[in-house]
């Protein structure tokens, strides 16, 4: 995928991926992007990758990250906004990006904000060995980050600010957190419990 692209239809990627840097995404209200295969999306600092609304406040639903097949995935230098959640194939995502059972991932130097209705403006479940390092949210509807049942999570560099919930919650999840600041969280900023 590369140049400026406007999507009005939920889409499902069952090959491999490969987003290009500079490349934008405009996403209709509710549109959501499935991944059922590897994703490479690596924009750089001076030209990163933008996934936005097509249409001002008309909140688009959600990036997932689906599968054993995404194994290995990468997004770096990606900038998320405007986003939600919804109802993909049966399966409610509730973070406009949404990671779902998948291992080896590396989240690196990328920004969300602005998220309407969902609970979570990142959600992570059932997965493995994810590294995130250098992010940035805020306008946070809910929960900042939401970490479920995963194993082997490196979050290092990390600011999440203004979150109207958690600004970084965990169930049933072993983590490791390093260099982050939570500010203006209005419930906890980092919430550790449920066997986590």
């Known amino acids: 995928l590369s140049g400026d692209i406007y999507i009005d239809e ?16 405009f996403l209709k209200k509710g549109i959501s992007l499935i991944f059922k295969n590897k994703l490479i999306a690596n924009g750089t600092t001076s030209n990163p990758i933008n996934i936005k609304q097509s249409e001002k406040n008309n909140y688009w639903g959600s990036i997932l990250l689906l599968g054993n097949k995404t194994k290995n995935s990468e997004l770096k230098n990606v900038n998320f906004e405007g986003g939600s959640g919804g109802w993909i194939e049966n399966i409610r995502t509730i973070g406009m990006l ?4 998948s291992e080896d991932i590396v989240i690196e130097n990328i920004s969300l904000k602005n998220n309407s209705t969902y609970d979570d403006t990142m959600h992570i479940v059932y997965s493995n060995n994810i ?3 250098n992010l940035k949210m805020a306008q946070i509807n809910s929960d900042g980050i939401d970490i479920d049942i995963s194993k082997n999570i490196e979050i290092d560099n ?29 419930d906890k900023g980092v919430s550790v419990g449920e066997s986590s």
């Open 10 to 25: 939920t889409k499902i990627f069952k090959e491999k991926v490969l987003i290009e840097p500079g490349t934008n995404l």
């Open 98 to 101: 949404s990671i779902h059972n």
């Open 131 to 133: 590294k995130i390092n």
């Open 158 to 186: 990390i600011l999440i600010n203004s979150a109207k919930n958690d600004c970084l919650d965990f169930m049933q999840t072993e983590a490791t957190i390093k260099n982050s600041s939570f500010q203006n969280c209005s």
